[in-house]
């Protein structure tokens, strides 16, 4: 299996309380891979280890075959580690083409030099246009990313995060808080964007998991309760007793 990440014994203490215990992970190169489980399972934590939001107590990450563990959230980013968030992060009083040009900036030497004239930017924007059309945004392009609906403004958050040139892209329940018609379109966004890169998503529902996710790892207490498609996943005893109460109905149900 060609992984482009990988875990060994990940672990994550806090003042005696174990967040994340010892978790093997390994992600295939041009896969989608959910993390899922429980309220508290670990899954945000992990992915603040993987990209180094927080130090690990113990274990090592490895990505493109090579040791990540002691290095900077800036040097994991270089090397195309990119995630969202929870909560959606764009610039609300600048335009949606403007979010997206601020995100390419990074490709210039100049990248921070904002005294330069908007007209040293305008290269940047055939560039911009692209990852909106990729995103369903190209219409929105002149428009305040404030006056975006919330769906909309996550798939804005999703442009951005391609405008890094993401290997791997990171992302944190990106239809959380989502109406229905909201949903659909960042589920078929991801499945979409992740044609030709590697997808690791934290999401709890189940329904995006199942239609979209080629592996499953379940998290439990901040270790791995088990993994695999979720035709196996769904099915296990210990993953439905994990989600007994409403979620399991979700679970077993998702198709």
Known sequence: MDCILETRQLTKEFKGFVAVNKVDLKVRRGSIHALIGPNGAGKTTCFNLLTKFLAPTS????????????????????????????????????TVLENVRVALQRQLSTSYHFWR?????????????????????????????????YGRKRALEIATTLAMA????????????????????IRALIKKVAADRTVLMVEHNMSVVSSIADTITVLQRGATLAEGP??????????????????????????
């Open 59 to 94: 274990g090592t990450i490895l990505f493109d075959g090579e040791d990540i563990t002691k290095e900077s959230p800036v040097r994991i980013a270089r090397r195309g580690v990119i995630r969202s968030f929870q909560i959606s992060a764009v610039f609300p009083h600048l």
């Open 230 to 255: 979720y035709e196996v996943v769904s099915k296990n005893p210990a993953v439905i007793e994990a989600y007994m109460g409403s979620t399991q109905t979700e679970l077993v149900g998702a198709h």
């Open 117 to 149: 004239s908007e007209h040293s930017l305008a290269d940047l924007n055939d560039r911009a246009m692209h990852l909106l059309r990729e995103v369903d945004l190209e219409r929105f392009a002149a428009l305040e990313a404030v006056e975006l609906s």
């Open 166 to 185: 993401p290997k791997l892209m990171l992302l944190d329940e990106p239809t959380q808080g989502m109406g229905l018609e909201d949903v659909d379109r």
